[in-house]
């Protein structure tokens, strides 16, 4: 049986708990231990898949098709936990669970209840986790979303206190996630709200082990420490202090410094093998001193939100430590090019252009002049899912010349469906988990960008999108339009193009599936690492 580390959040949301998650996870694996992570989310959509990202943040993709929190793609990044459908479970989702064995007849005779029913298929999920033998895992790290006090997370935190004595107290640690806010008049940071949020969470019968402060631009200081100590029963090196840093990636050496991971362990009475995390730090220190930097325009929806395209930036950090450069990516309105504003007036400060994933009408004929621009005046592009979806549509507008060209989720009616639903989708009514999901053999052809890449004939990348590229016009793209399908899936009696690459530019590649899912800090992922070096070499060419 594994330890399990709950991590739980209090005073206010967005306070860290995943990359604090994240961060020990990775503190544990460089000790040499396995480590198996997951999130709990108190909301009542059965995933976040059906949410808009301006609500809540990216819908990131595991292997095997889940629509999960972006909490989980902290732990990619950070991990090599191996993420699935049973890694992110939700209220809708547990309640879901209930109500359809009730409905089975499950329960004869009883009555439904939170508790123990939900709070039984809570504790259900957190043992499935590492059920099975492949699963296994040393240390399992959950955490749980939203903030100690709301109705929503009282089930979950139930459910932890009765897990706990069910496993056995010092089979669990406790890590409890709290702001203190400094107050300028007094010149100090305040421990207070540390204090009953702690005290909320005893009341509900947890003692945190271990509490970790975000104290801002400010280091925790001997006193404060002291005080929490006291007021909150724990010992005083189990405080720790999260000040804000950047990059993100620094964050768990920081962790270590303090010792987080040897509380821990400590706690769970287990052995302290040395820790080796010397590659990943040697990867901060490369960062810290790149002095180059390239700059990127995404063009984008839901630019209003920062963790709307979260693991898009974050493959953008990778593909600059690869290049030993910082990409200095700017999100720009798509629909500002639609009202108006012409690309060369917003897009030539940049040396290369994303077009990002999207849903939806809107902005969408300023993609298409945002591909235009890129590949008249030969800018490096990469195009991602929707992005990939436009450039099909912008190569058979203007060099098929098929003005029309469009697709059926933008235009249903349009003469030139160059985009369009696959048999299977249109049957299809559900909205939740109905779309090509998850990770897709992609066969790379040779002589090509993406082949050169990835330098393997054979990927698997992650897709989440419900429309296709339509076979009818793969002739006339290849033929005619100068086109490359450099990858293809093959579906059935035919073939699904993955990804389009212009010959006659610098670096025009686009993919059908989500190449930023499988970035990480140690693994930059190919496509975005080229493009970084396409629009380097650009740069240097302007110059
Ligand atoms: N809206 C498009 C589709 O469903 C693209 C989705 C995406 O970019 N993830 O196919």
Redesign the pocket.
């Known amino acids: 049986m594994p330890k399990y580390v709950f991590t739980t959040g209090g005073v206010v949301s967005s306070i860290g708990k995943g990359v604090l998650s994240a961060s020990l996870g990775l503190l544990l694996e460089a000790r040499g231990f396995k480590v198996a992570m997951m999130k709990l989310d108190p909301y009542i959509n059965v995933d976040p898949g059906t949410m808009n990202p301006y609500e809540h943040g990216e819908v990131f993709v595991t292997d095997d098709g889940a629509e999960t929190d972006l909490d989980l793609g902290h732990y990619e990044r950070f991990t090599h936990a191996k993420l699935s459908q049973k890694s992110n479970a939700t209220t809708g989702s547990i309640y879901n669970a209930v109500i359809q064995k009730e409905r089975r007849g499950e329960y004869l005779g009883k009555t439904v209840q939170v508790i123990p029913h939900i709070t039984d298929e809570i504790k259900s999920r957190i043992r499935l986790l590492t059920a099975e033998p492949e699963d296994d895992a040393d240390i399992a790290i959950v955490e749980i979303g939203g903030t100690v006090g709301d109705i929503e997370s009282l089930p979950f935190l139930e459910a932890l206190r009765e897990f706990r004595l069910e496993v056995g107290p010092p089979n669990c640690c406790f890590i409890h996630v709290t702001l203190m806010p400094f107050i300028e008049a007094a010149g100090e940071l305040k421990t207070k709200p540390t204090q009953h949020s702690v005290q909320t969470l005893r009341q509900i019968g947890i003692q945190p082990n271990v509490i970790v402060c975000r104290t801002g631009k400010h280091t925790l200081g001997a006193e404060q420490r002291k005080k929490i100590a006291l007021f909150c029963d724990v010992p005083s090196e189990a405080i720790i202090s999260a000040e804000d840093i950047s990059p993100l990636y620094a964050i768990p050496v920081n962790f270590k410094k303090q010792g987080l991971d040897e509380v821990v362990l400590r706690l769970f009475n287990m052995e302290l093998p040395p820790s080796e995390l010397g590659e990943w730090e040697a990867m901060v220190e490369r960062m810290a001193r790149t002095t180059e930097e390239v700059r990127i325009a995404a063009v984008g929806k839901y630019t209003g939100h920062d963790d709307a395209y979260k693991s898009i930036n974050e493959a953008f950090v990778h593909a600059g430590i690869a290049n030993d450069c910082k990409v200095r990516l700017t999100w720009i309105d798509s629909e500002r090019l639609e009202k108006g504003e012409e690309p060369d007036q917003l897009l030539p400060p940049f040396d290369g252009v994303l077009v990002g994933?999207?849903?939806g009408n809107r902005g969408i004929e300023g993609k298409i002049k945002a591909v235009r621009f890129v590949r008249e005046r030969r800018i490096p592009f990469l195009g991602?899912?929707?992005g990939m979806?436009i450039a099909a549509i912008e190569i058979a507008r203007d060099l098929l010349g098929l003005a029309e060209a469009n697709s059926t989720?933008f235009e249903p009616e349009t003469p030139h469906p160059v985009i369009s639903l696959l048999t299977e989708q249109r049957g299809v009514r559900d909205m939740g988990g109905t779309?090509r999901l998850g990770a897709y053999r992609c066969e790379l052809q040779p002589g090509t960008r993406a082949r050169a890449a990835y330098g393997a004939d054979v990927i698997h990348e992650r897709h989440?999108?419900?429309?296709e590229f339509n076979n009818e016009y793969l002739e006339a793209m290849t033929a005619r339009a100068g086109a490359v399908v450099s990858g293809i899936h093959p579906h059935g009696d035919h073939q699904l193009v993955e990804i389009i690459e212009l010959r006659d530019h610098p670096w025009f590649c686009a993919s059908q599936f989500?190449p930023e899912f499988k970035s990480t800090p140690l693994k930059p992922q190919p496509l975005f690492r080229e493009f970084v070096r396409a629009a380097l070499e650009q740069r240097k060419n302007r110059a």
Not at 464 to 467: A, E, I, L
């Open positions: 994933p999207g849903f991602i899912c929707l979806q989720e779309m989440r999108h419900r429309y989500h």
